[in-house]
């Protein structure tokens, strides 16, 4: 059974560092990987998708890394911002199955 | 409207009523799901909902019943809740259902509290 795991759980920072968030899971067999934001009582907002045969994607400030041999992904926030706090979510895609969440890393960035 | 939509937001309901959460997704997906999101937990799957069929449910308890009446539109109803089924129900749609990995687009959620 695929188990997706978030370390930290949570994570306080001051305004301007950069910061590593982590996602493991125990079956490699996916087809994608996603990671969310979500903010305090509110829905998901989808940051990056990345396909089981690319290894990163990159938006603005965010870097998402996926090592599927290893059942690993990184998200990587560059300058952090106030604006940037947040629960962090990785879910992965499986077969025959719905998305598969962590239970996700809760970031504060301090101004 | 874009994207998915869920009404209502916020729902306060005792344990004897009977309310329905509603869905809408404007992307012309034709799967549809209902995840729950309880404190400290991981989101988990419910319903699945795929050209209207029901492919999906995740051993939820018969107090919840879905519908489907066609690809846009998704309800939950609701009926003799428990106070531990107060959570945050999301809904999300994806361009099919779960075979192939599409990428699922979620609602805002609405937030059940059961007294």
């Known amino acids: 059974k695929q188990e997706v795991t978030q370390i930290p759980a949570a994570l306080s920072v001051p305004e301007g560092e950069n910061l590593v968030l982590n996602c493991s899971f125990t079956?490699?067999?996916?087809?994608?990987l996603q990671w969310f934001r979500q903010d305090p009582g509110k829905g998901l907002t989808s940051l990056l998708l990345?396909?089981?045969?690319?290894r990163e994607q990159t938006s603005g400030r965010l870097n998402a890394s996926l090592d599927k041999s290893s059942g690993r992904s990184t998200l990587y926030i560059a300058a952090s911002q106030p604006g940037d706090s947040a629960t962090y979510l990785c879910?992965?895609?499986?077969?025959?199955?719905?998305?598969?969440f962590g239970k996700g890393t809760t970031l504060s960035v301090s101004s | 409207e874009t994207g998915v939509t869920q009404t209502p937001r916020h729902l306060v309901m005792g344990m004897t009523n009977k309310k329905s959460l509603k869905c809408e997704q404007h992307?012309?997906?034709?799967?549809m799901y209902w995840y729950k999101q309880s404190a400290k937990k991981p989101l988990e799957l419910m319903f699945v909902?795929?050209?209207?069929?029901?492919?999906e449910n995740n051993s939820v308890p018969s107090r919840f019943s879905p519908e489907c009446p066609n690809s846009s539109h998704l309800f939950l109803h609701l009926h003799t809740l428990q106070p531990e089924d107060s959570a945050l129900y999301l809904c999300?749609?994806?361009?099919?259902?779960?075979?192939?990995?599409?990428?699922?687009?979620f609602g805002p959620g609405t937030r059940l509290t059961v007294l």
């Open positions: 999300a749609s994806s361009p099919k259902g779960l075979a192939g990995g599409f990428e699922q687009f």
């Open positions: 079956d490699s067999a996916i087809y994608n």
């Open positions: 990345i396909q089981s045969s690319q």
């Open positions: 879910a992965v895609y499986q077969a025959g199955t719905a998305l598969i």
């Open positions: 992307l012309g997906h034709n799967a």
């Open positions: 909902y795929n050209f209207k069929e029901q492919t």
